[in-house]
Every structure is written in structure tokens, then in C-alpha cells.
């Protein structure tokens, strides 16, 4: 029936930000149980998968990416029989349960790290990345935090600097030592032998370091606004080493069947597609193209033609259009962009993956100073609306009761919910017959039916009209689509003749419009799209 698809090549894959999905405690942090509460609700958006943001031991210093304990559940989330109750009901219902890998670097309360900053002669010490202080007392190196500041942090104990690109309280580990890895393989094999489907690596091109520590480059296209760009970062990021250690996760991950390796990788696409491997490292490097590029029809076509291009023989597509670090889309393309972006994202070659909440069209919520929680906003207060990333981590609205159904109703959420939580939110979408949620809903169920929306192959049509993106979806005897998606604000009429002489409305963005459609005059209204059905 699936014509030899794996299920993450013909699925979907929706992101759960635990913390802010669904609270049963009433602390005002989402857990697993809260998860477990709603898997009807995500079986109903037909998705496949699930990838869950870290829910391991953590002091929440940048709320899950610092981990404590690779192999046990913070109790804020709730504890391991939550775990394996939520794999189990997952699984009962034909889904799967992607989690957050994160290598790079550990939290410094890890037993690792305690142990490595203990003494200079510690056996852990070289599992982490310690260099004495320059000559002048400061850091070794000129290398930057993403959050802010010296990616360095001096030891005053030991007197060496640790380094950390995210927090200070996320040192990095040495793979250059080779216990590491082997200490990290036996994490994937922990949680492979509890049956999860697969892991989502976290920041996996920078694994690896220069082995000199070599001051990185003056950026000479520095846009002058956010510090870490002001570097090109050639010793930090995309060492050619960096693919040894990836087939190495590779490996254990083939001893299992039907698992899947998911790259976090923010790279151009020619280096990004190099994580491919030969078949032999990630399954799927995240495609973060319509998450970083502006939202303009041209370049979005570039963006997608680049990609086809640049695709090694036999590497499957992905398309992401929002996460827990990005704008949302609803926010950065405009609200009524919002519906036409989910249109391209189930309609694009490869598999989709979705970040909660955006199948109702939430927003960027803006969060008050005073509210803040992100480090990178902390650190640096004076551009915490451009570097904070809370405005997307809001908690999801569920309905229009107080706390939005997401926690208890006198629960403080850790998160402030949208002010329009009232009027966006599931429970109304879904009594909505034209809604985004059933909107969203009518692509999932198309692109599940349809070998030409989950294999077939992708082939541009030039519509004649900046704004407008157009392309086909063919698979061999199986019904044709043609997508007409408008980016833009005007109407148009178009003429795709060239693709056929009619065809019938398969799903319009407003789930109103239907019937058939004369292609070589084609009225396109503002922020429109269509899926048409050529035969
Ligand atoms: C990427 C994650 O997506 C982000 O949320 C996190 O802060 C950094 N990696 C550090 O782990």
C-alpha cells in the first residue's frame, strides 16, 4: 500500500513543545500526561509523528536543551511510567514518537560536567572542552555565545575556561575524546530499546571544534544587529570531522528498524544536503528554507528550485515551516499569509513538519520584559524582542475558558497565552466548517490519499506573475494536482493553460470556494491558494 515508503518519508511530523502543549498538574507547565490527554486531537490532524522538545532531567537553564540526565524524565514533566504510558498510546494509535537528542552539550549540573570541572586531573576533565586563560587573564579564543557574550566561561576553582556557545550553563563536549561518543551511543540505544522511532538531533553541524581553537574571521557582511553573526564561524561550525561523528550515530541507529535521524542543521543548501551522507548519516536534515527566507514568491521559488538541485540521488525532501526558535509563520508572513504557507508546506515533495499550534494560526505573542524567560533575551535585554524566542512558546489555546483549556483555570501558565485566545483557538475551529484548523486538516487528509502529494514528483509552472507561486504534483497513473498559491495581496487572473484546460477545486485556502476552474483565466483572490485536481 505504500509502495515501499517509510513511514517518515510518507508521513508528517508535528513538534510538541512540552511545556506548552498541555499542563494536568496545574502547575502551569505542560507535561506528558497532558500530552497523553490529547492524542485524539492529534490523531485527528492525520499527522504521523510526534517530536518532543527535550523532556529529560534538566535545571531548565534554556528549558530542556541543558540536560542533567540523558536517561530520565524531569519530574516537571512528569516521570518514566508517564513515558512509556505515552510511547504505548502512541503507538496503539499507529503514530510515532520522535525525541530531542541533544549532544553538543550537557547542563552543568550533568554528573559528567561535575565531575570534569572538579579537579584538572579529573578523569572527565577532557570530556568537556577546557583551555587555559589567555596571557592577558581573558578568554581563550575570540569565539562568541549565541546567546551573548564570550562563548567561554572561566572556572575560578581550576582556573581554565569552559567552552559553551549557547549559556554558561551549557557546557560543550569534547568528541575528539572518544568516550564521549561511546557514551552518547549508549543514549540513542537506551531510548531505541524502549521502541522510540527516532530522535531529532539538536544542533548536530556543531559538534565538532577546531582542534586549535583558531580566532574566526570579521563577518564582512555583518548586518551590525545580532553580535554572534559578526564572526563567519569556519572553526565552530561544519568541520569536516563533524560527518565521522554522525555515521557513528548512524550505525546504532541501524541496528534497529524503521528509525529515523533528523538533523538540526542552519546551513546554505549545498552544505546542508553533505548531511545526507551516502545514505549512511541523518535520514531527514531539516530544510529550514521557508523558515528563514522572506516570504516573497520569487524567492521561494529559487528556494525550492535550489533544493531539487542540490538533492542527492535517493535523499528524501523536508520542508519546516515554524519551530520553537523561529518567528511563527501567522507572524512573520501576516495572518492572512497563514493559510496559503500550511497550503505549501502539505503540498510540497518531501514530508512536512508542522510546530504546534500553527495548524489554528497562532501568533508571536509579545512578552513583557518583566515575563521573559528566554536566556538569550535575559542575557541581552537591550534586543530581547529580537533575540527572545518565549513569543512562540506560548501556551496552545485550546478553548475559550480561562488559561485557554491549556491548564488549570487558576494556574498561573509560565507563559503568558495570546490575547486572542477567545476567538483562535481549537474547540471554535473545529465547530468552523471553513476554519484553519479544517483547513489544515483537509491538506493532511489529501496528502495521506494522494501518491501524488506524498511521492510524486514536483515540476515548477511559470504563472506569469511575481506573486504567484504554481506547480504541479504528478505520479504515474494516479490523479495530477496543480497548487496556485498567492503570496501576495492582489488579484489576479492567471493563465494556466499550459498545465490544462480545466480542473477541478480540490481544497481552496478558504475551504468555500469549489467546483471547476478554466485554467487559461483563472481568478486568483489576495493570499489565495488553491490545490486543483487536473485529472
Ligand atoms: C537549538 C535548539 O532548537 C534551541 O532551542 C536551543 O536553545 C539550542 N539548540 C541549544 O541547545
Redesign the pocket.
Known amino acids: 500500500m505504500d509502495e515501499g515508503l517509510l513511514w517518515w518519508q510518507r508521513g508528517i511530523i508535528y513538534q510538541i513543545y512540552p511545556r506548552s502543549f498541555q499542563d494536568s498538574s496545574g502547575d502551569g507547565i505542560g507535561n506528558l500526561r497532558g500530552i497523553l490527554q490529547r492524542l485524539d486531537y492529534l490523531e485527528s490532524l492525520q499527522i504521523d509523528a510526534i517530536w518532543l ?1 527535550p523532556i529529560y532531567r534538566s535545571p531548565m537553564a ?2 530542556g ?2 540536560v542533567a540526565d540523558y536517561t530520565a524524565i524531569d519530574p516537571i514533566f512528569g516521570t518514566m511510567d508517564d513515558f512509556d504510558r505515552l510511547l504505548d498510546a502512541v503507538h496503539r494509535r499507529g503514530m510515532k514518537l520522535v525525541m530531542d537528542l ?1 549532544p ?2 550537557t547542563s552543568d549540573q550533568h554528573a559528567w560536567f561535575i565531575e570534569s570541572r572538579s579537579s584538572r586531573d579529573s578523569a572527565k576533565r577532557d570530556w568537556y572542552i577546557w583551555r587555559d586563560p589567555a596571557p592577558d587573564g581573558g578568554p581563550p579564543n575570540n569565539w562568541l555565545s549565541m546567546f551573548g557574550g564570550p562563548a567561554w566561561t572561566l572556572d575560578e576553582h581550576t582556573g581554565q575556561y569552559y567552552l559553551h556557545q ?1 549559556a554558561r550553563q ?1 557546557p560543550e563536549l569534547n568528541y575528539r575524546n572518544p568516550e564521549v561518543l561511546r557514551a552518547m551511543l549508549d543514549v540513542l540505544r537506551f531510548w531505541f530499546d524502549k521502541g522510540i522511532d527516532g530522535f531529532r538531533i ?2 548536530i553541524w556543531l559538534l565538532l571544534k577546531d582542534e586549535d581553537l583558531r580566532d574566526e574571521p570579521l563577518n564582512p557582511t555583518w548586518d551590525g544587529i545580532q553580535p554572534h553573526a559578526q564572526f563567519e564561524h569556519i572553526y565552530t561550525q561544519n568541520l569536516p570531522g563533524v560527518h565521522d561523528l554522525i555515521r557513528a550515530l548512524r550505525r546504532v541507529t541501524d541496528e534497529y528498524e524503521n528509525r529515523v535521524l533528523i538533523g ?1 542543521i542552519y546551513l546554505p543548501v549545498e552544505d546542508l544536503v553533505t548531511y545526507y551522507g551516502d545514505e549512511d548519516e541523518v535520514h531527514l536534515p531539516f530544510n529550514f528554507q521557508l523558515v528563514e527566507l522572506d516570504w516573497k514568491a520569487p524567492v521561494i521559488r529559487e528556494a525550492i528550485a535550489a533544493y531539487e538541485r542540490s538533492l542527492p540521488e535517493r535523499a528524501w525532501p523536508n520542508w519546516v515551516l515554524g ?3 523561529r518567528h511563527r509563520i501567522a507572524t512573520r508572513a501576516g495572518a492572512a499569509q497563514a493559510r496559503a504557507a500550511n497550503m505549501l508546506l502539505l503540498t510540497l515533495r518531501g514530508t512536512p513538519t508542522t510546530y504546534y499550534g500553527e495548524e489554528i494560526g497562532m501568533e508571536n505573542v509579545p512578552i513583557p520584559l518583566a515575563l521573559m524567560q528566554d536566556p538569550p533575551a535575559l542575557n541581552q535585554p537591550e534586543m530581547a524582542h529580537v533575540v527572545g ?1 518565549d513569543p512562540v512558546r506560548t501556551p496552545m489555546q485550546w478553548d475559550d475558558s480561562p488559561n485557554a483549556g491549556f491548564t488549570h483555570p487558576d494556574a498561573t501558565p509560565w507563559l503568558p497565552l495570546a490575547a486572542d485566545y477567545e476567538t483562535r483557538n481549537v474547540a471554535r475551529q473545529d465547530a468552523e466548517p471553513a476554519s484553519m484548523l479544517n483547513l489544515y486538516r483537509a491538506l493532511t487528509a489529501l496528502r495521506c490519499q494522494e501518491p501524488a502529494l506524498y511521492r510524486g514528483a514536483y515540476q515548477a509552472v511559470e504563472a506569469g506573475v511575481d506573486d504567484v507561486l504554481a506547480y504541479l504534483r504528478t505520479a504515474d497513473g494516479h490523479a495530477r494536482f496543480l497548487v496556485v498559491l498567492n503570496l501576495g495581496s492582489s488579484q489576479h487572473t492567471l493563465d494556466l493553460s499550459a498545465a490544462g484546460s480545466t480542473a477541478q477545486i480540490a481544497i481552496a485556502s478558504d475551504l468555500l470556494r469549489a467546483g471547476n476552474v478554466d485554467l487559461a483565466h483563472l481568478a486568483l483572490g489576495p493570499d489565495e491558494g488553491l490545490v486543483l485536481r487536473l485529472d
Request: charged content about 35%; glycine content about 0%.
Open positions: 522538545s534554556d528549558f536543551y541543558d541533544i553538543n552539550h549557547f551549557q539538536d544542533v538540526e519551530n520553537h526558535d524566542r
